[in-house]
C-alpha cells in the first residue's frame, strides 16, 4: 500500500455539494486540504444538453441511478427492498451535476416537529441559527429567486432576479390566486443574469444532464476552483475502502486507484461527503477490532433513518401550445399552500409542491412522469395532445425517520474495486402514502383551476430518491444520535459528517441549499475550534 508523505489538515471524501464547501472554506481558511473523489472531474462539452440524444443517454449513460448507469466510477446498489430506487451521480460536483438546481431553505417549523406535531425529533439547531448560512452560501453559489415569499421569516432574499415564468406557469400562478393559495417564484440554483465569470441559463431545460452553460450552480465551478486555487488537493478516480483508526481518532482513509493499486492518506481530521448512502457504507465497511458494528457506531444508528422524500407527480394538459419543452427544469413556481400540519387530515406535516415544464419529445412518448404511452396508429394523435401542453406539479412529501429504513452492507454485491456495496432497505410509511394522496387531490385541483382539459398523476415515482438523508443523525445525545450538532462524530473527536446524513428529519423541501448551509457552519466551527482539536500522534 502506497502511503503519501504530506498528512493533511484534513481529509474530505466526496467532491460533491457538501464536500466542495467545506473543502473552499478549509483552503481558504490555510489549511491544507486533500480531497477523494471517486468520480471524475467533467468538462461542460460532455454534457448531452446541446445534442440530440440528450434524452436518449439520459435513460442511461447520464441516468441519475447508478445501477442503471453502471460506470466503472459507480458502485452498485441493492435495491430489491425498496420502494425507492436512490438516485446518485459520483464525480466533481456530485450529484449536482444532474439536479434541477431548486433551491429552497427549510421553514422554521421544519426543525420541530417533535415540539409542533409530536413526531421524530427537534433538530438541536434553529432555522435563526441557519440563516446567516442559507445567506452566505447563496452569495457563493448564486441563487435566482424573489425576496419577500410570505412561506419564510424576513430575511436576506436571492441575488438575482427569478428565472423566467413561462406561460404554463402563469396559467397556474392566476388559478391558485382565484383559489386564494400560495405561490412564489422557485428560488433556483441556476443564473437569470451573469454572476461570479458565469453565463445565464438559455431556458432549453435540459437541467438533469448536466449544464452546457454553467448557468446551473454545481461545486465544481462555484467551490472547487477556489479552493484549488488556495492549495487544496483533489484526487479523482479515488474510491474510498475504509478509514483508519487508532488510539480512538482517525489517522486517515485507505483507497484504490483506478488501476487498483491501494493507497493510504493520513490526516489529523476526517470529513465525510459521501451522501447518506456512501458515508453511511464507509463507516459500516470502516468495522474493526473496537468497533465490530462499523466505525462512530456506538449507538447502533449508523445507516439507520434513512429518508428519500416519497415523490408523486401531477400533470395537467391544456389545449393551447405552452411550449413546455423550454425553460429551466429546475421548477418555474413553489406552492407551500397545505406544508404544515392539519390533524384534521389524518396525518402529520406536508409537501412542497414545484411547478416543471414536461421535457422534450422522447419524455412525451415515453413519459418518466405521470402519462402514458401510446404506439401504433394513435400515435401521433396522443403525442400531438401533450408535447409542449403539459404542466407537472412535482410533490415532495415530507419523510418521517423510521429506524428500519436503513443501509446495510450486502452480503455479496460489490463495485469493481471488490469493496462491498451497500444494500438499500426502505418502505413508504403509512403517513406518507396518506399525505401524497392528499396532495395529489389537491394538486389535481389546481390544474383544474387553471383550465387543464386532463389531469394524470403518478402517486409514487420509483426512480425519484434524489434526497439521500439521514443514517448518521445529529443530536446531543451520543445514545441516539452518531454526529454532535457540529457535526463531530460523538465516539471518533477527529471525525465529521458534513453531508446530509445528518439529518434529523427531512422537511418537505430540496434540501441541496440545506446540505450546503450546514457544511459551511460545521466547516467554519471546525476552523474556530482547530486549536481544540484532538489529533494524531
Not at 281 to 300: K, Q, V, W
Not at 508 to 527: D, K
Request: hydrophobic share 35%; charged share 25%; aromatic share 8%.
Amino acid at each position: 500500500m502506497a502511503t503519501r508523505q504530506d498528512r493533511a489538515d484534513v481529509l474530505i471524501v466526496g467532491a460533491g455539494a457538501s464536500g466542495g464547501v467545506a473543502a473552499r472554506h478549509f483552503a481558504e481558511a490555510g489549511l491544507s486540504v486533500v480531497c477523494l473523489e471517486q468520480g471524475r472531474w467533467h468538462d461542460r462539452s460532455e454534457f448531452r444538453g446541446r445534442s440530440p440524444d440528450w434524452e436518449i443517454t439520459g435513460r442511461k449513460q447520464w441516468f441519475p441511478n447508478p445501477t442503471v448507469r453502471g460506470l466503472p466510477q459507480d458502485y452498485p446498489l441493492n435495491e430489491e427492498e425498496s420502494d425507492i430506487a436512490p438516485l446518485m451521480f459520483n464525480g466533481v460536483g456530485g450529484s449536482m451535476i444532474l439536479y434541477a438546481g431548486v433551491w429552497p431553505r427549510m421553514l422554521p417549523s421544519d426543525f420541530k416537529v417533535k415540539t409542533l406535531d409530536g413526531v421524530a425529533d427537534d433538530w438541536p439547531l434553529t432555522y435563526e441559527e441557519l440563516q446567516p448560512y442559507y445567506e452566505r452560501t447563496e452569495e457563493q453559489i448564486g441563487v435566482s429567486g424573489l425576496e419577500g415569499d410570505p412561506a419564510y421569516p424576513p430575511g436576506k432574499g436571492p441575488q438575482l432576479p427569478p428565472l423566467p415564468l413561462g406561460t404554463g406557469a402563469m396559467k397556474i400562478a392566476k388559478a391558485h390566486d382565484r383559489l386564494g393559495w400560495h405561490w412564489w417564484p422557485e428560488p433556483n440554483a441556476i443564473l437569470s443574469r451573469p454572476y461570479n465569470g458565469r453565463r445565464p441559463c438559455v431556458q432549453v431545460g435540459t437541467c438533469q444532464q448536466g449544464c452546457n452553460e454553467g448557468a446551473k450552480a454545481s461545486t465544481d465551478q462555484t467551490h472547487w476552483p477556489f479552493a484549488i486555487n488556495h492549495g487544496a488537493e483533489l484526487v479523482t478516480g479515488a474510491r474510498v475502502r475504509r478509514i483508519v483508526t487508532k488510539n480512538g481518532l482517525a489517522t486517515g482513509a485507505e483507497w484504490v486507484d483506478e488501476e487498483g493499486k491501494e493507497h493510504f492518506q493520513a490526516a489529523d481530521v476526517v470529513v465525510l461527503a459521501a451522501n447518506s448512502i456512501g458515508t453511511a457504507r464507509i463507516l459500516l465497511n470502516s468495522a474493526a477490532t473496537g468497533h465490530p458494528d462499523g466505525l462512530a457506531n456506538s449507538s447502533g444508528l449508523v445507516g439507520r433513518r434513512l429518508m428519500m422524500h416519497p415523490f408523486a407527480s401531477v400533470t395537467g394538459l391544456f389545449e393551447e401550445n405552452l411550449e413546455s419543452w423550454q425553460g429551466q427544469f429546475g421548477c418555474s413556481i413553489e406552492s407551500f399552500e397545505f406544508y404544515e400540519t392539519d390533524e384534521s387530515r389524518g396525518f402529520v406535516r406536508g409537501a412542497k409542491w414545484g411547478l416543471a415544464p414536461t421535457g422534450g419529445p422522447i419524455n412525451m412518448a415515453l413519459p418518466a412522469r405521470a402519462g402514458e404511452s401510446e404506439w401504433g396508429p394513435d400515435h401521433h394523435l396522443l403525442f400531438r395532445e401533450r408535447f409542449g401542453r403539459g404542466q407537472s406539479w412535482g410533490l415532495f412529501g415530507e419523510d418521517l425517520p423510521n429506524e428500519d429504513n436503513r443501509v446495510v452492507i450486502d452480503g455479496e454485491l460489490t463495485d469493481s474495486s471488490g469493496i462491498p456495496s451497500p444494500k438499500i432497505i426502505y418502505k413508504v410509511s403509512e403517513n406518507s402514502r396518506k399525505l401524497l394522496d392528499f396532495h395529489i387531490e389537491k394538486a389535481s385541483e389546481s390544474m383544474i383551476e387553471a383550465g387543464a382539459h386532463k389531469v394524470e398523476t403518478d402517486s409514487l415515482m420509483r426512480y425519484s430518491g434524489w434526497h439521500l438523508l439521514g443514517t448518521t443523525r445529529m443530536g446531543d445525545d451520543p445514545e441516539t444520535s452518531v454526529v454532535d450538532r457540529w457535526g463531530r462524530s460523538h465516539d471518533i473527536s477527529n471525525l465529521y459528517v458534513v453531508d446530509g446524513s445528518v439529518f434529523v428529519t427531512s422537511s418537505g423541501t430540496n434540501p441541496t441549499s440545506s446540505i450546503a448551509a450546514l457544511a459551511l457552519r460545521t466547516s467554519e466551527h471546525m476552523v474556530e475550534d482547530r486549536h481544540n482539536q484532538k489529533v494524531p500522534a
